[in-house]
Structure formats: C-alpha cells, structure tokens
C-alpha cells in the first residue's frame, strides 16, 4: 500500500532562518573545466592550496596512521592539541581543532549566539561567518570595507558602541582580498568592544604575514574570543581538514565538546598535522617561496597596470583588465582555473601557484591588459 502524500503546505520544512543564507560556492574544479573544453592540463589557482605540497613526514605520518583505520580515532585529539599547544605556549585547555576552521566557526556561533542576537562583520569577507550565524539564526550587521578593502575602524567602533553585536567577526589577512588589519586598528576595535560580545578572529593566512598573530591584544581586551588557524593553507594539508583554535578559556572548549560530533578528526588527519607542525623547516621553505612569488605578481601586475589589492596572504586579489566572464573565459580556455568573487564588479582572486604556473597567468593577463 503507498504511503498518503500529504500537501506540501503540511509537510515538515527546513526553518526559515535557512532561506536568507546563500550557500558556500567553491571554484570551479578542473574536472568541471575538462567537461567544458576539454583539456587534460588545467591548472587549479581558485582555492588558496599550497603548490609545494605538505612535508613528506606528514605524508608518511598519515598513511601509517590508516594502517588502523578500522578503529576509531582519539576524539579528544589530545595528542595534536598537546602538540599545538607546545609549539604555541598555549594551555592545552584552550585550544580546539576540527575538521577544517570552518568547523570551529560553526560551534563557536552555535555555542554564543541565540536567535535574533546580532554578528558584526565588514564586507566583503569570508562568507562562512554570515553563514554559520545565520544558521544560528542570528541577525547580521554589516559595515562595509572602504575603497581599498580596509576596515573602516571608526565605523565599526561606533557599530559595537551603538549596537552592541552579540559577536563580532575580524579576518586578518582578509579573505578574498588579501589585505591585513594593522595591529593598532585591531586594537582600536578591541578597545570599543563590550565583553558581552564574543570576537572570532580568523588568522588562516598568518603564516604569509609579517606583523605577528593578534592573540596578544585579545588576551589583553579581556573577553571570550576565538582565534582560528588552518593546516589547509601553509602547511598544505587541505585534503586532511584540519583547523585549530585558540580560546579565552577552557570554558569555550567545553561548550564546544558539548557540541560537536564525537571522532570529528580523523586519525590520519591528527597523525599528518603533528608532523607537519614538527617540520617547521618545510614549512618556512614553502611560505617563503609563496611570498617571494606573490610579491613577483604584485611588481608584474603593476607593471601592466592591472589594479590589485595590498595581499598578504598566499594569493592575489585582482581587478579583470576586461569584462571578468571574458578574462574568466580566456584563463579558462588557456587551462587556469581563477575565482571570480562577486563582492564588487570586475575582481577575482588568483592563488599563488608554482612560478611556471604564474608566469603563464601574467602573461594571460598582460595580454588582456594592452
């Protein structure tokens, strides 16, 4: 006998604070390219991945771990939080990992922010913020960056003096745009910030910058706050998912482990992220080469007039010389996979690749730019 198929205006639907969320778009992915034109040697700079790859005993580490793959990993990750926390000088009851720093977005804003409360953002950033809180069913402020992708500092003091946001969001190097928010200015937005606000502060892309982590001026300010890492970007170890946090106190952890799904990290993932971080010599070569041939686009792209950000991370941030479906395309077409970002007409965002990779892009666009 079938089942009775009740209207739709009976059926259970998913809440509605669902349908103001745009959902994550990731780049184009070279198979997607391969199905369009064809090509076998598309090379991919739309995610922010590491072109050299993670340290080989990270590699080795990994694999011997999926040797004991049929059983379940440490759901503590107490090895690797003992492991980040000797290597940072952080009390290992302060520090959180999960599958990517995406994830440590998610449970922060499900642990602090009730329905109607309200996060405070500066567009265009990181879109996972906006997401997870609205998820939460939380309400967004948003102060827009300035012509330059700054943060507008006395804007957004006078927001969380005025509006007291529940949260607030800072991501230094932004994403997509590059661009780092100097120490004072971080300051200045700590100091008008009430301690009934949390503050999630993103640093994925601090390994790339040279003006240090912002953990010192949060311990200062005194209130609960997240600070987010990834093994995904300078330790190349994207396909692992690995995220870390740094909390005000063990009080966010606990919340967390409330929270969060029980084994979130896998056993290979924990075991290839404590060799990476042992392996700081690979790291250091790597980051180094991505800043050399970032400030290389920077000077070329200069040099053909193409306007870009101030990036400080392990990418590009760049203004299309031409219509961006055309300049798009013709990257496409001669088999380099860029990110249009639709935050202001004409950008999109290259990841530093490989010099060989890089030279093929500029002289793509040097030729768009004539």
């Given at each position: 006998?079938?089942?009775?198929?009740?209207?739709?205006s009976?059926?259970?639907?998913?809440?509605?604070?669902?349908?103001?969320?745009?959902p994550?778009?990731?780049g184009?992915t070279?198979?997607?390219?391969r199905r369009?034109?064809?090509?076998?040697?598309?090379?991919?700079?739309?995610?922010?991945?590491?072109?050299?790859?993670?340290?080989?005993?990270a590699?080795?580490?990994?694999?011997?771990?999926l040797?004991a793959?049929?059983?379940y990993?440490?759901s503590?990750s107490?090895?690797?939080?003992?492991?980040?926390?000797?290597?940072?000088g952080?009390?290992?009851?302060?520090?959180?990992v999960?599958p990517?720093?995406?994830?440590?977005?998610?449970y922060?804003?499900?642990?602090?922010?009730s329905?109607?409360?309200?996060?405070?953002?500066?567009?265009?950033?990181?879109?996972?913020?906006?997401?997870?809180?609205?998820?939460a069913?939380?309400?967004i402020?948003?102060v827009?960056?300035?012509?330059?992708?700054?943060i507008d500092?006395?804007?957004?003091?006078?927001a969380?003096?005025?509006?007291r946001?529940r949260?607030?969001a800072?991501?230094?190097?932004?994403?997509?745009?590059?661009?780092a928010?100097?120490?004072?200015?971080?300051a200045?937005?700590l100091e008008?910030?009430?301690?009934?606000?949390?503050?999630?502060?993103d640093?994925?892309?601090?390994?790339?910058?040279?003006?240090?982590?912002?953990?010192d001026?949060?311990?200062?300010?005194?209130?609960?706050?997240?600070?987010?890492?990834?093994?995904?970007?300078?330790?190349g170890l994207?396909?692992?998912?690995?995220?870390?946090?740094?909390?005000?106190?063990?009080?966010?952890?606990?919340?967390?482990?409330?929270?969060?799904?029980?084994?979130?990290?896998?056993?290979?993932?924990?075991?290839?992220?404590?060799?990476?971080l042992?392996?700081q010599?690979h790291l250091?070569?790597?980051?180094?080469a991505?800043?050399?041939?970032?400030?290389?686009?920077?000077?070329?792209?200069?040099?053909?007039?193409?306007?870009?950000?101030?990036s400080?991370?392990?990418?590009?941030?760049?203004?299309?010389?031409g219509?961006?479906?055309?300049?798009?395309?013709?990257?496409?077409?001669?088999?380099l996979?860029?990110?249009?970002?639709?935050?202001?007409?004409?950008w999109?965002?290259?990841t530093v690749?490989?010099?060989?990779?890089?030279?093929?892009?500029?002289?793509e666009?040097?030729?768009?730019?004539?």
């Open positions: 006998m079938l089942a009775k198929v009740e209207p739709l009976r059926r259970a639907r998913a809440r509605a604070a669902l349908a103001a969320i745009a994550y778009e990731p184009m070279p198979a997607r390219a369009r034109f064809g090509r076998l040697d598309y090379v991919k700079l739309s995610s922010n991945e590491n072109p050299f790859g993670p340290s080989p005993r590699i080795a580490a990994a694999a011997e771990a040797g793959a049929n059983l990993p440490d503590t107490g090895a690797l939080r003992a492991a980040l926390g000797g290597r940072l952080v009390s290992i009851d302060r520090l959180a999960g990517g720093s995406e994830a440590l977005i998610d922060f804003f499900r642990a602090y922010l329905p109607g409360e309200a996060l405070l953002l500066s567009c265009p950033t990181f879109p996972s913020y906006e997401i997870f809180a609205r998820s069913g939380a309400m402020i948003d827009p960056r300035d012509d330059a992708f700054a500092v006395a804007a957004v003091r006078a969380l003096i005025a509006r946001p949260a607030l800072l991501c230094t190097p932004n994403n997509p745009t590059g661009n928010t100097a120490r004072a200015d971080l200045a937005i008008a910030t009430d301690h009934r606000t949390v503050v999630l502060m640093e994925a892309y601090a390994e790339f910058v040279d003006q240090g982590s912002a953990l001026l949060l311990q200062a300010w005194g209130g609960v706050f997240l600070l987010i890492r990834t093994f995904s970007k300078a330790y994207a396909g692992l998912r690995v995220g870390y946090g740094i909390a005000s106190d063990a009080d966010v952890v606990d919340a967390f482990d409330r929270l969060r799904p029980a084994f979130n990290l896998t056993g290979a993932s924990q075991a290839g992220a404590i060799a990476a042992a392996d010599d250091l070569a790597g980051v180094g991505i800043i050399a041939e970032r400030e290389r686009m920077h000077a070329a792209l200069d040099a053909m007039g193409v306007t870009h950000s101030a400080e991370a392990n990418f590009v941030f760049v203004r299309s010389p219509p961006i479906e055309t300049v798009f395309e013709r990257l496409l077409a001669a088999g996979i860029a990110r249009p970002i639709r935050v202001r007409e004409g999109f965002r290259i690749g490989a010099p060989a990779d890089n030279d093929r892009v500029l002289a666009l040097a030729a768009l730019a004539r």
